[in-house]
């Protein structure tokens, strides 16, 4: 399916601040000029040149960038630890995994809400932390159906979640 850069939007909640029209016509220009398919970094690449669109959307003071890049990489360590449940799981099965970690909104010192990762068992003891793991589950249940609603052959797996999320 092609889309018209017409209906093109950043999606809510994106941070980025140039046209999403013109974002989109660089990075399909970077896909044409590797025969359709750029490589991870073409469109940083591109966007070197302050005179792209999308220039403004990099950080490009390395000492800022590598911090980031850092705590990026904090965020991915406490996304990819899980527990391992082996107890009562049948030995050729799969065993089931728990982040041991889950991201919610507390409030620091200072009074201010940040984002920050608990101890998912801690969390889900809380009620306000459970509700909030909970609303999360049901934004990427949401954006699950809103990605795949197109594939009829997933009918018999998304009608029950959208019969959950939008009952009536």
């Known amino acids: 399916m092609k889309y018209s ?8 909640g994106a941070v980025f601040k140039a ?3 013109l974002a989109m ?7 044409k000029a590797h025969n359709g398919a750029a490589p991870d970094g073409a469109l940083v690449e591109q966007s070197r040149c302050v005179n792209t669109v999308l ?16 705590v990026q990489t904090e965020k991915d360590i406490k996304r990819s630890l899980v527990y391992v449940c ?9 065993p089931k995994t728990v982040r041991v970690f889950t991201n919610v909104k507390t409030t620091n010192d200072e009074g201010k809400v940040v984002r920050s990762y608990l101890n998912t068992i801690d969390a889900m003891k809380d009620p306000e932390y459970r509700e909030q793991i909970l609303e999360q589950a049901k934004r990427e249940l949401d954006q699950f159906i809103t990605k795949y ?8 797996v998304l009608n029950p979640i959208k019969n959950y999320l939008r009952p009536g």
């Open 5 to 12: 850069d017409n209906n093109v939007a950043w999606k809510k």
């Open 19 to 21: 046209d999403p029209k």
């Open 25 to 31: 016509r660089e990075v399909e220009a970077v896909n």
């Open 55 to 70: 220039h403004r959307e990099f950080e490009w003071d390395d000492a800022i960038a590598a911090q980031k890049q850092r």
């Open 86 to 94: 082996t107890k009562d799981v049948p030995v050729d099965y799969t």
């Open 149 to 156: 609603e197109s594939l009829s052959e997933l009918a018999d």
